[in-house]
């Protein structure tokens, strides 16, 4: 290899002062925004984060049940993280998990009574919470242009926006 090409392939390797800058910001801001919203949420409800994670994925669907292989891909989380927090919320009567007749090996999940009224009582606060600081500080044109560089990102990553 050259001193040009290994200097060209450092190059590409390193980021400026800038876009570390940029970066960490965005960690930052991603970090403390999600313990924000976690704390509020255990503040304002009887349900945690992961918690609210699988109750929301489950609400957004007309019969609020789902495969746990759906909900993992909703929540962007591997199966088996899914599948332990579900038996917490089993135990807790805030789902209920049911074999799939035609293949015992696929789980369903469902709300119960309880995980419906929890997701409810939940998710006002996490609406109020999601505008106080997030949508509040960002202008409609700034909103606009962060869901298109989410998008660009999803894309680079080769995944799409979850529901």
Not at 24 to 47: C, G, I, P, T
Not at 66 to 94: F, P
Request: glycine share 4%; charged share 30%.
């Amino acid at each position: 290899m050259t001193c040009q090409m290994i200097a060209k392939v450092a190059h590409v390797n390193e980021l400026s002062e800038t876009e570390i800058e940029i970066w960490n910001l965005f960690y930052a801001m991603r970090k403390q925004l999600d313990r924000a919203l976690e704390r509020d949420l255990q503040a304002h409800s009887a349900v945690s984060a992961p918690e609210f994670e699988i109750l929301r994925a489950l609400a957004q669907v007309p019969d609020g049940r789902l495969r746990v292989t759906d909900v993992a891909a909703r929540v962007s989380w591997e199966q088996s993280r899914v599948s332990h927090q579900a038996q917490r919320m089993l135990a807790r009567g805030l789902i209920e998990r049911t074999a799939d007749v035609a293949d015992r090996r696929t789980a369903w999940i469902s709300l119960t009574p309880d995980g419906k009224r929890a997701a409810l009582e939940a998710m006002p606060e996490r609406t109020v919470q999601l505008r106080k600081y997030f949508f509040d500080v960002l202008s409609p044109q700034e909103q606009a242009q962060l869901a298109d560089m989410s998008r660009r990102v999803l894309g680079a990553l080769g995944t799409e926006a979850v529901e």
